[in-house]
């Protein structure tokens, strides 16, 4: 994917959006809320986007960008294979921890957006296809037999997680998703 300058007005209203769409819900965020919040105005939400179903789209892929940067971070310092799952499962748990509180913002955009064919569950849907995809990638890296199974079994942990932090005692639900997680991965 090419990457191109992006406008400052772009920015902050893709900013502004994302923030309100993950604690507000994207439903209950209206477009003159976000511009009015953003600072801009009408015209420069239709420059840049054609709608507010393509702003979520934006937001969502946004999301998408900011998470695999953090993955290839975190994992790029790994010296080993178990070393690396260790390290993905220590970033998942950081990531629900500190920094998506309020849950999965995938998750929550498919309870919004019910419809498998529409643009916005295209986004979830290949956000967690890559992430099924990384976590299989680690498990046969480390060797570990029944890569499809544990990976499901890993990703529907994180799920897990990312309700469990957001309804539940955060501190618990860490600490549960990572002794799990590393039992299936087969961590010792």
């Given at each position: 994917m090419a990457t191109t300058r992006r406008s400052a007005p772009r920015e902050q209203l893709l900013?502004?959006?994302?923030?309100?769409f993950y604690h507000d819900g994207i439903n209950s965020v209206g477009v003159d809320r976000v511009l009015q919040e953003a600072g801009v105005t009408r015209a420069t939400l239709y420059r840049h986007f054609a709608g507010k179903e393509a702003l979520v789209v934006a937001y969502l892929e946004r999301e998408d960008q900011m998470i695999r940067a953090l993955w290839d971070e975190g994992l790029g310092r790994a010296v080993s294979a178990d070393h690396a799952l260790e390290m993905?499962?220590?970033g998942v748990a950081d990531d629900a921890y500190r920094h998506h509180t309020r849950g999965c913002p995938?998750?929550?955009?498919a309870g919004e957006f019910p419809d498998p064919e529409?643009?916005?569950r295209q986004v979830i849907s290949k956000h967690r296809a890559w992430f099924h995809a990384e976590l299989r990638r680690l498990l046969t890296a480390a060797g570990r037999d029944d890569v499809d199974a544990k990976a499901e079994t890993l990703a529907m942990l994180r799920d897990a997680l990312m309700v469990g932090c957001f309804l539940d005692d955060p501190d618990a639900t860490r600490r549960t998703f990572v002794r799990n997680a590393r039992w299936v991965a087969g961590l010792r």
């Open positions: 900013a502004t959006a994302s923030r309100l993905a499962i220590e995938f998750i929550k955009a529409s643009p916005v």
